[in-house]
């Protein structure tokens, strides 16, 4: 069974910096790739930034993309997402989730509870 424990969410001003975790069990960690994925009040789902199952190769959506850093610990089956000079507009719930298709960066269709990410300007 697959779970996936988002945190580290918060309210920030616009120019701070918040630093998600993601505990993510239920698939073979160190064999997968992961992904993050945002979904802001009203809006669809949105995929945010990518890294393999090495932490080798990384992937972001343009939007964020010299702000967010991801990362992942393979001893401690967790996947990271620093975020630097936040934005109002990144305001969203954030996700993380294994990625069962590496090119289009296609989730598995399962989630976790999230994380709010709040951004005031």
């Known amino acids: 069974q697959v779970q996936l424990v988002e945190s580290g969410g918060g309210l920030v001003q616009a120019g701070g910096s918040l630093r998600l975790s993601c505990a993510a069990s239920?698939?073979?960690?160190?064999?997968?790739?992961l992904g993050w994925f945002r979904q802001a009040p009203g809006k669809a789902r949105e995929f945010v930034a990518a890294?393999?199952?090495?932490?080798?190769?990384?992937w972001y959506t343009d939007s964020v993309k010299g702000r967010f850093t991801i990362s992942r610990d393979n001893t401690k089956n967790t996947v990271y997402l620093q975020m630097n000079n936040l934005l109002p507009e990144d305001t969203a719930v954030y996700y993380c989730?294994?990625?069962?298709?590496?090119?289009?960066?296609?989730?598995?269709?399962?989630w976790g509870q999230g994380t709010q990410v709040t951004v005031s300007s």
């Open positions: 989730n294994f990625l069962s298709d590496w090119g289009n960066k296609r989730p598995y269709d399962y």
């Open positions: 890294i393999n199952w090495r932490g080798i190769r990384l």
């Open positions: 239920g698939r073979t960690f160190s064999d997968n790739a």
